[in-house]
């Protein structure tokens, strides 16, 4: 079955395994401990913390769709990337991460840095010589962030994974913007993926998660012992939302990335935009690497407003159909200032080398109706040029 494609993997997982009542969807399991057949007899399942049903079943659908070999479920994606470093990393170990990545992602490696725990180094990936200098120091792992968050950048996962490896480091790709639908960074060459199953996974901004994918059953068994060790691990019922939003996954990404493209169309056009950054544009950095290693583009964009920060304030508190929050991947659009949100813990000196501007907005388009989205936009820009 290992040839079936990733909407078939995504909805047909776990379907029809209820072997008591045969119910088609798999029931959900709250219980936090489960029965021993036997004194001396170890169950597949003992205590939710190390082991669930519906968190094994979500993990199955996880690991299968991105081609691995096994995964963790976690209770965030930081906590993810967390469980990824803490498994592999010790006090004098190196990683190598983006300078452009998610805030919290900087926040988590560069306090822990601080505190001792292991040592990390910031750069930007997409430049030869600075990658080469950081693998000269030959790191324990590295995370690649492609697409980048918030300015969507490109890095060759192939180019850099081959590089990586000959120094022995192991490399993560975050892979939530593209999910398994259109990126696959094993067959890549990459040995772990990490997603926050918050977004586009579950999709419907209602559960948090997250997951460590491995190309290895070795890495997976690592993983698990630390996963249950530091309790990271899911629970329950966020597994089961989870595996409940991942069953449209293909469909919403597809659909998503319709809105997407209008909504570009649109925005190229208008003069109160100073640059977009989506990889589907020529112009885009890494779009010839986008080609080669993405199957779509994806639905998360970014621009640069051409309007004052007053105006560009303005902006953002007229729009309707675009909520001002934080996260990403829902059926609802959002809009987002992530100098002042979801990279704020990054500090100044940090956005500016990882080029966060002020006026930079990102957005994250939902499942409403494209054409409804484009009018909120014309009118919430229409409140600034008839004040100019």
């Not at 169309?265 to 544009?281: A, N, T, V």
Request: proline content about 5%; charged content about 20%.
């Amino acid at each position: 079955m290992s040839t079936r494609k990733p909407a078939t993997i995504a909805v047909r997982t776990g379907i029809e395994s209820d072997t008591q009542h045969h119910a088609v969807v798999p029931p959900i399991y709250l219980s936090t401990n489960y029965g021993f057949p036997a004194f001396g007899d170890v169950p597949k399942y003992d205590y939710t913390r190390s082991g669930n049903p519906n968190r094994g079943l979500l993990e199955q659908t996880l690991f299968e769709l991105e081609s691995g070999k096994g995964a963790v479920v976690t209770n965030c994606g930081t906590s993810a990337l967390n469980l990824w470093v803490t498994t592999f990393l010790g006090p004098d170990d190196l990683i190598v991460a983006p300078h452009d990545c998610y805030g919290g992602t900087y926040r988590l490696f560069n306090t822990r840095a601080q505190k001792g725990d292991f040592k990390v180094l910031f750069v930007d990936q997409s430049d030869p010589q600075a990658l080469a200098e950081a693998l000269a120091h030959k790191p324990k792992l590295l995370l690649i962030e492609t697409p980048s968050n918030p300015l969507v950048r490109v890095v060759d996962i192939a180019q850099v994974c081959q590089q990586a490896h000959q120094v022995d480091t192991l490399v993560a790709v975050d892979n939530t913007f593209l999910t398994p639908v259109y990126q696959k960074p094993l067959e890549l060459g990459a040995d772990f993926v990490i997603h926050s199953t918050t977004k586009f996974i579950n999709g419907h901004s209602d559960v948090i998660g997250g997951v460590v994918i491995t190309k290895t059953e070795q890495h997976a068994e690592d993983l698990a012992w630390w996963g249950n060790c530091i309790g990271a691990t899911g629970t329950p019922f966020d597994s089961y939302m989870t595996l409940r939003g991942i069953r449209t996954l293909g469909a919403r990404m597809r659909s998503h990335e319709e809105g997407a493209t209008q909504i570009l169309d649109y925005l190229k056009k208008h003069s109160l935009i100073e640059r977009i950054y989506h990889p589907s544009l020529p112009e885009h950095p890494g779009h010839e690497i986008a080609l080669k290693q993405q199957s779509g583009f994806g639905s998360m964009l970014s621009f640069e407003f051409a309007g004052n920060f007053e105006q560009l304030k303005t902006f953002v508190g007229a729009l309707q159909l675009f909520s001002l929050a934080e996260s990403l991947g829902g059926v609802e659009s959002l809009i987002c200032h992530p100098a002042s949100m979801t990279h704020r813990a990054m500090g100044e000196a940090a956005l500016a080398e990882a080029g966060v501007s002020q006026q930079l907005l990102r957005l994250s388009v939902g499942l409403e109706d494209p054409q409804d989205l484009i009018d909120d936009l014309e009118q919430a820009f229409n409140v600034i040029l008839e004040d100019h």
